[in-house]
């Protein structure tokens, strides 16, 4: 071996020790990856980013403001979702932008982004967590760095130029209702706020019901110098001296909406200094809790170089929770990387005094003994990787959020919504996502939240009608109701497709079988055994809508009508009767109970030879891009668990070379390194999880299913846990399959850990090598037992 390649090899062997060098934020920029590149704090409620533009002011670059071939950009916004799959996402509010030249006309008539937008190159462009800087084609350099609510941005101005800095209060990526912006020159200050929501507002399927407000952003931003001039501007009008300024844009798009809004300039004279720094911090409550923000987390001197060194201290002490050995830099760098993406949220939307802005839109405080209130809940998406991944690494913030999410339930008269925008009820998607997600929080030991109520809230949502739920507002892809058509649903044990009122009938009932299994295993945890008796029967419906006749050949699950026929023509590459899928995807959707849809498909081994032929194509060559309406597709959230079904079904070596397959194609290093939309860490936490060699079995439950280690040796370090070690010494990319393991010394011939692994920590010995092993892990008493049943 050369001598450079020894040293290298002896270098992936060592621990990493500090992990903030191995993140790149560009990685899902790409792709449709929906992420975004700018500074940021672990669970912050800032983050400061580029928002891009194609010529449309209404519109931008990418879902969250960034698409890194889009190379222009009209400003940098306080706040931002992560992954969010609508475009544009949510956010970007009072986007900032430093632009050379005179403010002759108003911005917001500038329509195509002609005159008030600047281009710039990659590699003027460096991002790290916490930290952002690039250089824009105008000469200005701009830097920025943040903390959990405040944030500081020192702006470089080609010396001498005529330097500003736009206040665009009223740009929010989905338009906004009102914005409002006050300029005083004595105070070297600006401030102002925008009222938005409208997450998902634009989608054509049932979007127009979330063209509506529910927050309102407040900012104060504190300069290090005089103001040289000022301006304000409202639609087409700009004067030139104003100071205050007011007018929201609306919803609409293109010219519906393009030559409205309102905003705000200030001037410097950068003869004898160049650099414009800005202190601003924000707040979801008033204007006085943005000061307050401010002055806490943000001294007057504090520099973007202080603030940055801050930040990457504090993402090194979240990063190491786990601190791997072995694989390649670029595997380490996709790794650390989706480890920071899963810790951009939920995001904290409280303010330093406790206060935040409710559901009700009511201003509220945190409960006794809670820190935080957090917001911003995917649930359709996290409740199947990501949240399993918070309770895991850092269980007190899934406390906090899941208190969080209850303290929202309360003010939205008991409604959990499936779809958190900051404070807002949203209805995105389909299903019931918080009682998985509390379920699994208690089941992995997550105890700071109040149980019992959030669990009887939980079960009345489930098993009491609401009037919401008769409601086609916002159908399909936004409906209001959140156990939608639950009379009916528990009459006929199934979500009868023509009259749910509901995305799609099929994929209603797996995702209420999910959530009911999920309720049941806590209620067994708590001694509450009628509840687990009801539920326990409930999250077996998934095969109501399971026919076995659905082709020729093959049973499928399929939508049902209220008459209990099936809903044709039926297709299995169709998506009717479902939400974002086909049947193909949604008929491996019950990882509750593998075994009766084993039995339901004829056995083990014919289940087996199916999902073969899910993951490969007729002639043997894998498929896991997506793109194919009858395979896997590692993009969207309904299928991503299939990979590990081949455990319950005693073929564990499939699942290591499917899952390895799927790591080593479809995830990278690069812009384009995620399958698709990060889904606020969703498919990041996908990642950590293949790559550790484990994943959640269901929803609910504290077991891990086991797989091929990508690395030699991981710590799992939770805050405030068990240290848990996975040793697999012979990882490679080669050696992908395991031939025995070890769990505290004992061999372990199962392919599953119960939860005592977090509960108690432990090393977990994986011996790995380049063959399948038919024998580790494929006995009956080996396979993952699915729910127990009441």
């Known amino acids: 071996m050369p001598a450079s390649a020894s040293a290298s090899a002896a270098a992936s062997a060592k621990t990493v020790s500090d992990p903030v060098p191995y993140v790149d934020p560009f990685i899902g920029t790409r792709n449709g990856g929906n992420t975004w590149p700018g500074a940021s704090r672990p669970f912050g409620m800032i983050s400061w980013s580029p928002t891009s533009t194609q010529g449309d002011q209404t519109n931008t670059g990418g879902a969250n403001g960034y698409q890194y071939d889009v190379t222009?950009?009209?400003?940098?916004?306080?706040?931002?979702?992560?992954?969010?799959?609508?475009?544009?996402?949510?956010?970007?509010?009072?986007?900032?932008?430093?632009?050379?030249?005179?403010?002759?006309?108003?911005?917001?008539?500038?329509?195509?982004?002609?005159?008030?937008?600047?281009?710039?190159?990659?590699?003027?462009?460096?991002?790290?967590?916490?930290?952002?800087?690039?250089?824009?084609?105008?000469?200005?350099?701009?830097?920025?760095?943040?903390?959990?609510?405040?944030?500081?941005?020192?702006?470089?101005?080609?010396?001498?130029?005529?330097?500003?800095?736009?206040?665009?209060?009223?740009?929010?990526?989905?338009?906004?209702?009102?914005?409002?912006?006050?300029?005083?020159?004595?105070?070297?200050?600006?401030?102002?706020?925008?009222?938005?929501?409208?997450?998902?507002?634009?989608?054509?399927?049932?979007?127009?019901?979330?063209?509506?407000?529910?927050?309102?952003?407040?900012?104060?931003?504190?300069?290090?110098?005089?103001?040289?001039?000022?301006?304000?501007?409202?639609?087409?009008?700009?004067?030139p001296g104003g100071t205050t300024a007011r007018g929201g844009e609306g919803y609409a798009t293109g010219a519906d909406r393009q030559g409205r809004g309102s905003g705000g300039w200030v001037g410097f004279d950068t003869s004898g200094d160049p650099t414009v720094r800005m202190r601003v911090g924000i707040s979801y409550v008033s204007l006085e809790g943005a000061e307050r923000n401010l002055k806490a987390e943000i001294g007057q001197r504090d520099t973007v170089e202080k603030v940055a060194e801050d930040a990457a201290g504090e993402w090194r002490r979240k990063l190491r929770a786990v601190r791997i050995a072995g694989g390649t830099t670029p595997q380490r760098t996709a790794f650390y990387t989706a480890l920071y993406h899963a810790f951009l949220q939920p995001n904290i939307l409280s303010d330093v005094d406790g206060r935040y802005l409710g559901m009700d839109r009511a201003v509220h405080k945190v409960e006794k003994g809670q820190k935080a209130q957090y917001g911003n809940f995917s649930g359709w998406d996290q409740y199947r990787a990501h949240v399993q991944l918070l309770a895991l690494l850092e269980p007190e913030v899934a406390g906090e959020f899941a208190q969080s999410l209850f303290n929202y339930a309360k003010q939205n008269g008991g409604v959990w919504d499936r779809w958190v925008h900051v404070?807002?009820?949203?209805?995105?998607?389909?299903?019931?996502?918080?009682?998985?997600?509390?379920?699994?929080?208690?089941?992995?030991?997550?105890?700071?939240?109040?149980?019992?109520?959030?669990?009887?809230?939980?079960?009345?949502?489930?098993?009491?009608?609401?009037?919401?739920?008769?409601?086609?507002?916002?159908?399909?892809?936004?409906?209001?109701?959140?156990?939608p058509n639950l009379q009916q649903y528990m009459d006929s044990k199934y979500s009868a497709h023509d009259v749910c009122h509901c995305w799609g009938g099929a994929a209603e009932t797996l995702e209420a079988s999910v959530a009911d299994a999920a309720l049941a295993n806590w209620a067994r945890l708590l001694g509450r055994d009628e509840e687990y008796k009801t539920f326990s029967e409930r999250g077996r419906w998934w095969r109501n809508v399971y026919n076995p006749q659905a082709t020729p050949n093959a049973g499928y699950i399929q939508a049902r009508k209220l008459d209990g026929s099936w809903l044709t023509p039926f297709n299995p590459g169709s998506d009717a009767g479902f939400a974002q899928g086909t049947s193909a995807t949604y008929t491996?959707?019950?990882?509750?109970?593998?075994?009766?849809?084993?039995?339901?498909?004829?056995?083990?081994?014919?289940?087996?030879?199916?999902?073969?032929?899910?993951?490969?194509?007729?002639?043997?060559?894998?498929?896991?891009?997506?793109?194919?309406?009858?395979?896997?597709?590692?993009?969207?959230?309904?299928?991503?668990?299939?990979?590990?079904?081949?455990?319950?079904?005693?073929?564990?070596?499939?699942?290591?070379?499917?899952?390895?397959?799927?790591?080593?194609?479809?995830?990278?290093?690069?812009?384009?390194?995620?399958?698709?939309?990060?889904?606020?860490?969703?498919?990041?936490?996908?990642?950590?999880?293949?790559?550790?060699?484990?994943?959640?079995?269901?929803?609910?439950?504290?077991e891990m299913l086991l797989s091929s280690p990508l690395f030699t040796r991981a710590e799992i370090r939770p805050a405030g846990g068990k240290t848990i070690t996975i040793e697999a010494p012979d990882a490679s990319p080669v050696n992908k399959y395991v031939t025995g393991v070890e769990l505290r010394g004992k061999a372990h011939t199962k392919s599953w850990v119960d939860g005592s692994l977090?509960?108690?920590?432990?090393?977990?010995?994986?011996?790995?090598?380049?063959?399948?092993?038919?024998?580790?892990?494929?006995?009956?008493?080996?396979?993952?037992?699915?729910q127990p049943w009441a």
């Open 72 to 239: 222009r950009v009209r400003g940098f916004a306080l706040t931002h979702v992560n992954g969010a799959g609508c475009h544009p996402g949510a956010a970007g509010d009072v986007p900032i932008m430093p632009y050379v030249g005179a403010v002759n006309s108003s911005p917001s008539a500038d329509a195509t982004d002609r005159i008030y937008a600047a281009d710039f190159l990659h590699n003027h462009e460096q991002a790290e967590p916490g930290h952002y800087k690039v250089t824009l084609s105008s000469g200005v350099t701009t830097d920025l760095a943040v903390t959990t609510r405040a944030g500081v941005g020192e702006f470089t101005f080609p010396r001498g130029s005529q330097a500003n800095l736009l206040f665009r209060v009223s740009n929010s990526l989905n338009g906004s209702e009102d914005a409002e912006i006050t300029i005083d020159p004595a105070g070297q200050k600006v401030t102002g706020s925008v009222l938005t929501g409208a997450f998902c507002g634009r989608r054509a399927n049932g979007g127009i019901n979330n063209r509506k407000s529910y927050y309102r952003l407040y900012f104060t931003a504190h300069f290090d110098r005089p103001f040289a001039s000022t301006g304000t501007w409202k639609d087409g009008t700009h004067q």
């Open 423 to 483: 404070n807002g009820a949203t209805h995105v998607m389909t299903g019931d996502p918080s009682a998985a997600t509390l379920a699994t929080f208690y089941a992995m030991g997550v105890r700071n939240f109040d149980v019992e109520g959030a669990f009887d809230s939980l079960v009345r949502q489930a098993t009491v009608p609401h009037p919401d739920g008769l409601l086609d507002a916002g159908c399909p892809g936004q409906c209001v109701g959140q156990r």
């Open 588 to 702: 491996w959707m019950v990882p509750q109970d593998v075994q009766g849809l084993a039995e339901a498909m004829g056995g083990r081994e014919v289940a087996a030879a199916r999902l073969d032929g899910f993951f490969h194509k007729p002639d043997g060559s894998w498929s896991v891009r997506g793109g194919d309406a009858l395979r896997y597709d590692p993009t969207n959230e309904p299928g991503i668990h299939a990979p590990w079904l081949y455990n319950a079904l005693g073929k564990p070596w499939k699942t290591q070379e499917t899952v390895r397959q799927i790591v080593d194609t479809v995830y990278s290093d690069g812009p384009a390194g995620l399958p698709g939309n990060d889904d606020l860490g969703t498919m990041s936490a996908w990642y950590v999880y293949a790559a550790l060699g484990l994943y959640p079995q269901a929803p609910g439950r504290a």
């Open 758 to 786: 977090i509960e108690r920590g432990g090393t977990l010995r994986v011996e790995l090598g380049w063959q399948p092993s038919q024998t580790w892990g494929t006995a009956e008493a080996d396979i993952p037992a699915d």
